[in-house]
């Protein structure tokens, strides 16, 4: 896998899932795993933060009327009710971790639902850098990140699912899709195994 012609997506790296205090941390059956993800994710981008890979970051804001949101269901129907990723609280603001590498993140906003690409400018930031592979990584793997992968393989691109740095409700929730799912239309691996491609450790 050619770091030039491949990008990394980014989901939900937000407040209401990776913060302590988080209000969608509990979504995850294992608060720990949360935490894993994120150490497995910082990692992955250290690791390739010298090389030409892109790395993109795609929050989900959404305005105090949830207006986005006209008939939620299921965890859509959750995040209003909480008040999740509404703009301006601290929610929906993009974990501080990610300061660490400045602008090597790239930052497409307009994410109102679970495809990153639906209502953002990802597909055309992809072709503008001549993307050949996706890499997805964060929170919930059965919906943002299975929406995701999905959407760029139907867009012609070469999909990977980092299965360490992401995370479903439960464990085994998370191992189905890595398993039985994401193989229709792509692969699930591990970060050290992406970057063990590209002859890079992680950091």
Do not use: W
């Amino acid at each position: 896998m050619n770091p030039e012609t491949t990008a990394l997506i980014l989901v939900g790296y937000q407040n209401d899932y990776f913060a302590p205090d988080g209000i969608l941390r509990g979504v995850v059956e294992d608060p720990a795993t949360v935490d894993n993800v994120l150490n497995n994710t910082l990692g992955f981008i250290r690791a390739v933060a010298d090389t030409d890979l892109t790395v993109i970051s795609t929050p989900i804001v959404l305005a105090p009327d949830y207006r986005a949101m006209a008939s939620p269901v299921g965890i859509l129907n959750t995040m209003k009710e909480v008040g999740a990723f509404k703009e301006g609280s601290s929610g929906a603001e993009n974990i501080p971790e990610l300061d660490e590498f400045g602008d090597r993140i790239l930052f497409v906003t307009g994410k109102v639902g679970f495809n990153a690409f639906s209502n953002t400018s990802l597909g055309e930031v992809l072709t503008e850098r001549g993307i050949e592979n996706v890499l997805v990584a964060g929170m919930v793997t059965s919906l943002c990140i299975d929406s995701t992968g999905r959407a760029a393989y139907e867009r012609g691109y070469n999909v990977t699912i980092l299965s360490d740095c992401s995370s479903a409700r439960t464990a085994v929730e998370h191992e189905f899709f890595c398993e039985n799912v994401f193989p229709l239309y792509g692969q699930a691996m591990t970060s050290d195994e992406v970057l063990a491609g590209m002859a890079l450790a992680s950091v």
